[in-house]
């Protein structure tokens, strides 16, 4: 086993979750631009992906952050109404409200996926939603359900 | 039955020998006792070939997706003008007309490429819960008798109800008459007991999500990568698979426990609105892993979402092809309040 | 119970030998295709990696998996080996992202070889198209190799490529033409404004050029179209199917005639081929 | 070699016993299937049983298969380790049909020139015990038309027969003997046990009606590649791999790369010449297009192939194929009808 995969016990001791969010450039991605300039303060779990829309997210993204080993994921875009291409996020509702439900069913924690809206003027909700979502997934601990680990071979050789 | 049966056999020699269609998708006996199998009949005269009994379990509107689109494919070099439509009739029950509906849903062909032969279903019989019933014995002969099955093991003759070994889609069947034909070939069969239809997905959403995870992996861990549920699925036609694709790689092609989940998981996520529970892809997995399980919820999901069951209307998109604004969203999260 | 790696690689045909990349030559204007030249990182692997112009190796690379290449370096050059490759699928496209000096794993020799026993004694007309020339130019330095070069009669030449810029090696053409003993006839389909050189297609400069029947054999590996035109040519010249020799290609991954993807009839194109007479090929399934 | 008579009743311990000591693969109940399993303590072994629903090749041949295990260093690849080679084991409760597919496959993974070592290191360290069909355990059983019979011997160590009141323990070689001791409470077998496996052996074969000319259609495939009888096989196929899956021949393999931060490993895993991806090359040709081409290679490559190059048929006739098959397609019908056809 490399050093890389320390075995992480349930809640082991400096255990920080890893938080995958996917978000929409119009929106959420500038509210969190808008959080950063206005200093407002939130966990550094999370790790950003910009897509241009809500809408652009293949439900897989979601699911293969969780195989990849997020122990959280959270996806954000425009509200309702606001979609810088109409309906974009409105399509992604209806593929996320969906999924979340498919992936609670088979067993997945409810707090592993969290789907959001956060406008370009609300740095304080982003803040906010990350705070929240941290401390949900703290809560869980580490993921196990649907992470893929690498088969192990035993015997080493000399190089 | 055997009215309907006569009937088929005589509307497909009819269209054949009306040239108004290329070929018939139907059912013949198979070679092992209590099997049907399906069958392409071109010839008005071997037409008597088909059947039509409770062992047809097949969706066919697979096969008709795949002979229309290898049609195309074979003109695409012609010109337009020379090439010809490839008229299917295929022998439609309740399930094989709504796959029918959403391939037109999805203009996957036209309406002008089908030839409906409706027929009245009451269900087919369950190949495992039959080999229950007989505590594992061999079949050696069998035959229809009736409502019953008549059969022969190593151990003597046995009668089973064939209400009793019905598949599980099948006995809450809320659409066991075609929802399109162009002909029906006897009267419409009398109703399931769609009541039901949720009652097993209703009871596992209050287990716990550790037992739900325990029964899902459990589930997973019987799939031996084999396929068959894709592809005996008419929804299931894309040219090339996720599961198939390199670049980027969306999931692993070994028999990795993460990887079949995440492959079985997203293949039927894929159904939501698209699955409508022909059970074609339980009926012909050979380890028996219990899909039905799951792609259930998705038709509950889209039902209570979005008041719709998937291929119902013909003049109606698909749920993921659509949105309305006012959709519910008790799904997003509200920090501060709300939720 | 630890073993030197390169004990493992000699006893499993499956566990690839380290390799250094020691140069990156980009051949094309396209820059699309790029030769590898490989260093063995132990000895044991290089003394037992003893290739013939003809066969091919697997290419390993980290996280992307094992492409099947054929060598481009003749055994006369020592110290190295190398591929030519396209940039097309996972593997290809990983390898032309690589810097010199990058580790990875080459496994082989596989394959059979070009019939160099055969060969021996005649005329050798070597046709090939486009990029397909890479274990043809693996052969020509076979036989042009001092030691070789009076084991060969003479030696014609006809190579194409769409454009000037899509010629491979270069340099090498240039000494080949320098040379006496090496009759060599490069073409384009289609010249540029400094192109001085043969303008046409591989069958009308194999025409032209119209070597003799007499004691001679064809080599010839390019693309579908070229061979399918080319043939005619030699059939009409008078060459027997058993002296026309080619290459196939077909997906592998084992490369030792175990995972049954390249089947064709009885035969594995990865361990009875790739190389094969026509009159071989006649006796095949047409499933290549 | 040697022959004796174990009480019947005595058998499921004597496995058991085994596998206190050493990993035992046995056919054990596992919902509705019926699959070899690894017996861990508090599992029953199954005696009784038709055949297992899944063939024991993936004892040698697993279905994955870790080949090497290398690492990401900031120069490349670089190779780190091996799996550990196999602990000795016992391959329990196989039918004779299933232990002659090890002969079938060490054919191809044991060759002159390239031996596959992973096939082999298990092949060697792996001791099979057959339990011949008194009667043949399915109707779509037909191991007698393509060389084998249900009480072949072909590939087990050691083989038992049911008697009625006892089993006849053949050990049929060292390997087999060596598990002798496990059998200890076994008497020595008489000249009747053997008459009376004998009997058993004819009675069995002759239960199996089913016959195909599985040897007889190998000069008809020589000459009918191009035959237009192929086009009318596989309108029906789904193009699964159930068939090749559940195969004890089937061997075809792809081989792929895993890695998660700088850990890499390669990995190969059962493919099938069922998939169109089997065969399609990274130019976008693929040299078999249609389930046409796809199903005579299996065809072919079981009849004719494998006839042409170690003359055996690559078939051992379980059924498995003929029963598992999702739209029923029955090789044994497409022997058949080739045998028939005009060439």
């Known amino acids: 086993m490399s050093h890389h995969d320390k075995p992480a016990g349930r809640k082991s001791e400096g255990w920080e979750p890893k938080i995958v969010a996917i978000v929409c450039n119009w929106c959420t991605y500038a509210g969190a631009d808008l959080a950063g300039i206005s200093r407002i303060q939130y966990p550094p779990n999370v790790r950003i992906i910009r897509v241009p829309c809500t809408g652009r997210i293949n439900p897989f993204y979601v699911v293969k952050v969780l195989q990849a080993g997020a122990d959280g994921v959270l996806v954000s875009g425009c509200h309702p109404g606001e979609c810088h291409y109409i309906s974009g996020n409105l399509s992604a509702r209806r593929k996320f409200a969906t999924l979340k439900s498919f992936l609670n069913y088979i067993g997945i924690e409810d707090g592993r996926t969290t789907f959001t809206w956060v406008s370009a003027s609300e740095g304080e909700r982003f803040a906010q939603v990350v705070k929240a979502v941290t401390e949900r997934v703290k809560a869980l601990g580490p993921a196990t359900k649907l992470v893929k680990k690498l088969r192990d071979a035993d015997v080493a050789v000399a190089k | ?339 | 119970m630890q073993k030197p790696l390169h004990q493992i690689a000699a006893e499993n045909p499956y566990v690839p030998m380290p390799v250094e990349v020691i140069k990156i030559i980009t051949e094309v204007d396209t820059k699309d295709i790029k030769t590898f030249r490989l260093a063995f990182v132990n000895k044991e692997d290089e003394e037992r990696f003893r290739y013939i112009p003809g066969q091919f190796a697997e290419l390993s690379l980290y996280g992307r998996g094992e492409s099947p290449i054929g060598i481009a370096s003749s055994p006369t050059q020592k110290g190295y080996i190398e591929f030519t490759v396209q940039k097309a699928g996972v593997v290809t496209t990983a390898l032309h992202e690589m810097e010199e000096g990058t580790l990875m794993g080459v496994r082989g020799p596989l394959g059979n070889s070009w019939p160099i026993e055969f060969l021996e004694g005649k005329n050798i007309v070597v046709v090939g198209g486009g990029f397909a020339f890479t274990t043809l130019r693996s052969l020509i330095n076979y036989m042009i190799f001092e030691e070789n070069r009076k084991r060969f009669g003479k030696i014609t030449v006809v190579y194409g490529a769409r454009s000037p810029g899509l010629l491979l090696y270069k340099d090498e053409l240039e000494a080949w033409g320098k040379r006496g003993d090496i009759d060599l006839n490069v073409t384009v389909d289609k010249g540029d404004a400094t192109w001085k050189g043969r303008e046409g297609f591989v069958p009308t400069v194999c025409k032209e050029v119209a070597p003799s029947r007499e004691n001679a054999v064809t080599v010839i590996c390019g693309p579908p179209i070229m061979i399918r035109f080319t043939l005619p040519v030699f059939f009409d010249l008078g060459f027997s199917k058993e002296n026309i020799i080619t290459s196939l290609e077909m997906r592998m991954k084992c490369g030792i005639g175990k995972c049954g993807r390249c089947n064709v009839g009885s035969k594995y194109v990865c361990k009875d081929g790739p190389v094969f007479s026509l009159a071989e090929l006649d006796k095949l399934t047409k499933e290549y | 070699m040697e022959k004796k008579l174990l009480k019947k009743d005595r058998l499921s311990g004597i496995v058991k016993k085994m596998a206190d000591d050493k990993p035992v693969y046995a056919p054990v109940k596992d919902e509705d299937n019926v699959l070899f399993k690894i017996l861990e303590p508090g599992m029953e072994p199954l005696i009784s049983f038709a055949n297992t629903k899944d063939a024991p090749k993936k004892v040698f041949f697993p279905h994955s298969e870790l080949l090497m295990k290398y690492t990401r260093s900031p120069k490349g690849m670089v190779f780190a380790a091996m799996p550990a080679g196999e602990k000795e084991f016992v391959l329990f409760g196989v039918r004779p049909c299933d232990a002659r597919s090890f002969v079938l496959l060490d054919m191809l993974f044991d060759q002159e020139k390239w031996k596959d070592p992973y096939y082999i290191d298990k092949r060697k360290k792996g001791t099979v015990i057959s339990m011949a069909c008194v009667h043949p355990p399915y109707a779509a059983c037909f191991c007698t038309s393509v060389d084998g019979s249900p009480t072949s011997t072909q590939g087990s160590d050691i083989q038992l027969t049911d008697l009625g009141e006892t089993y006849l323990v053949e050990f049929l070689t060292p390997k087999g003997e060596a598990l002798a001791p496990y059998f200890a409470e076994a008497t020595a077998a008489d000249a009747s046990a053997e008459a009376k496996k004998q009997a058993i052996a004819e009675q069995s074969a002759a239960e199996i009606q089913r016959k195909i000319p599985g040897r007889a259609i190998k000069p008809i495939l020589d000459v009918s590649f191009e035959h237009p009888f192929w086009d009318t096989i596989a309108g029906k196929c789904i193009a699964c791999g159930t068939c090749t899956y559940l195969c004890p021949t089937c061997h075809c393999f792809d081989i792929s790369d895993e890695m998660k931060g700088d850990d890499g490993v390669r990995i190969r895993n059962w493919d099938s010449c069922m998939f169109p991806l089997f065969t399609l090359e990274t130019s976008g040709h693929n040299p078999r297009t249609s389930q046409k081409q796809r199903w005579r290679q299996r065809l072919m490559h079981k009849f004719k192939y494998y006839v042409d190059n170690f003359d055996a048929i690559s078939c051992v006739g379980c059924g498995r194929c003929v029963m598992a098959c999702p739209v029923n397609i029955d090789i044994r019908k497409i022997v058949d009808d080739i045998s028939k056809l005009q060439v």
């Open chain 2, 1 to 339: 039955m055997e009215k309907v049966e006569k009937k088929l056999r005589e509307e497909a020699k009819k269209l054949l020998a009306e040239k108004k269609v290329d070929v018939v998708v139907g059912y013949e006996a198979g070679t092992l006792p209590l099997t049907a199998t399906p069958v392409f009949i071109t010839a008005p005269e071997e037409a008597d070939r088909l059947v039509w009994n409770a062992f047809c379990h097949h969706n066919l509107a697979k096969y008709v997706h795949d002979l229309i689109s290898a049609n195309r494919d074979s003109q695409k070099r012609l010109k337009p003008e020379d090439r010809k439509r490839k008229v299917v009739g295929v022998v439609t029950k309740g399930c094989t007309s709504r796959s029918l509906v959403i391939h037109l849903q999805e203009r996957q062909y036209e309406r002008l490429d089908l030839s409906i032969l409706g027929v009245p279903c009451t269900g087919y019989v369950d190949r495992r819960a039959l080999a229950e019933k007989l505590g594992g014995e061999e079949i050696l002969e069998g035959s229809l008798d009736g409502a019953n099955l008549k059969i022969r093991t190593a151990s003597g003759e046995k009668t089973i109800a064939v209400k009793d070994v019905l598949a599980a889609n099948c006995v809450t069947c809320r659409f066991n008459n075609p929802v399109i034909s162009d002909v029906m070939l006897g009267e419409p069969a009398p109703a399931m007991n769609p009541a039901a239809e949720y009652a097993e997905i209703d009871e596992f959403e209050k287990l716990s999500p550790e037992e739900r995870w325990a029964y899902f992996q459990k589930e997973m861990a019987k799939c031996i990568r084999c396929a068959a549920c894709r592809q005996a699925c008419p929804s299931c036609y894309c040219r090339t698979c996720f599961a198939e694709q390199s670049m980027p790689q969306w999931v692993g092609i070994s028999e990795d426990p993460s990887d079949t989940q995440v492959f079985q998981f997203m293949r039927m996520y894929h159904m939501v609105g698209r699955c409508v529970d022909c059970g074609s892809c339980v009926s012909v997995c050979p380890m028996g892993v219990d899909l039905r399980k799951f792609l259930k919820k998705l038709d509950k999901d889209c039902f209570v979402l979005f008041n719709q069951r998937a291929g119902e209307k013909i003049d109606f998109p698909a749920p993921l092809q659509d949105q309305r604004m006012d959709d519910k969203e008790d799904f997003i999260f509200n920090p501060g309040g709300g939720h």
